[in-house]
Nanobody, 121 residues
Framework: QVQLVESGGGLVQPGGSLRLSCAAS????????MGWYRQAPGKERELVAT???????NYADSVKGRFTISRDNAKNTVYLQMNSLKPEDTAVYYC???????????????WGQGTQVTVSS
């Protein structure tokens, strides 16, 4: 079994900051890309940021310069530092990871349960 557990969401005022964490656990041989996605009410899930196992990062244009993704490979954990938050950042944030459970297996995508981020005064 593989689990992704997110933490760090909450309510914050516009201009504030939050840090999300996502830890992968279980039968893990290796992890390839890790990332964060979000889904606002009535909208499609969208990519926020991703990072490869060699720390190459990619960001949605809407968060560039405000959000920073990082990972700790030793802890199988990915983080999302969110600064200068705006009301339009309000969404459920989901962690994603491409995980291989055994050497002979392919990488498969796994998702966390989601954590709510609300930006409001």
């Amino acid at each position: 079994q593989v689990q992704l557990v997110e933490s760090g969401g909450g309510l914050v005022q516009p201009g504030g900051s939050l840090r999300l964490s996502c830890a992968a656990s279980g039968s893990i041989f290796s992890i390839n890309a890790m990332g964060w996605y979000r889904q606002a009410p009535g909208k499609e899930r969208e990519l926020v940021a991703t990072t490869t196992s060699t720390y190459i990062t990619n960001y949605a244009d809407s968060v560039k310069g405000r959000f920073t993704i990082s990972r700790d490979n030793a802890k199988n954990t990915v983080y999302l530092q969110m600064n200068s938050l705006k009301p339009e950042d309000t969404a459920v944030y989901y962690c994603n990871a491409e995980i291989r459970k055994e050497l002979r297996m392919l990488y498969e995508p796994y998702w966390g349960q989601g954590t709510q981020v609300t930006v409001s005064s």
